[in-house]
């Protein structure tokens, strides 16, 4: 489905506005930002395609703030909408919200669905542990 024109340009600038506080290290402006974004995608969220990525944004601001049961939450979110399963980076990132919560066996599980997916160079630029807490099943 398609977002309303008026509609998707302010899901737009609202989230390269969150993109923009993220480089800054605003995470938690960030955070409002993509949040509002958020709201104007019509219910149920997780039929647009709009909120696989505002709840991926999501997720990596949580992550980058340390919040990992809110990423995880985000996460699983956008898992759920369109194309969502089938992205690396979301299952990637999934995968290392839920090893940081403790949550080793359901990590695994993520993290060896982006590396089918990606192969080892999704791991390239992220800590050495996720990608060592799958290497022995691989």
Not at 49 to 62: F, K, M, N, R
Not at 121 to 128: T, V
Not at 132 to 137: E, N, T, V, Y
């Amino acid at each position: 489905m398609e977002l309303d024109d008026k509609i998707h340009a302010q899901i737009i600038e609202l989230c390269e506005e969150g993109d923009s506080l993220i480089e800054e290290e605003e995470f938690n402006k960030a955070i409002e930002k993509y949040s509002t974004a958020l709201e104007l995608v019509p219910s149920p969220k997780i039929d647009w395609e709009a909120s696989t990525w505002i709840y991926t944004a999501l997720g990596d601001a949580y992550f980058i703030n340390d919040d990992y049961e809110m990423a995880k939450t985000n996460f699983y979110n956008a898992l759920n909408c369109p194309d969502g399963i089938s992205n690396p980076l979301i299952l990637l990132r999934l995968g290392e919200s839920l090893f940081e919560c403790g949550e080793l066996n359901q990590a695994k599980e993520y993290l060896l669905k982006a590396y089918m997916l990606e192969g080892y160079k999704i791991f390239d630029e992220e800590d050495d542990k996720y990608f060592k807490s799958i290497k022995d099943i691989i």
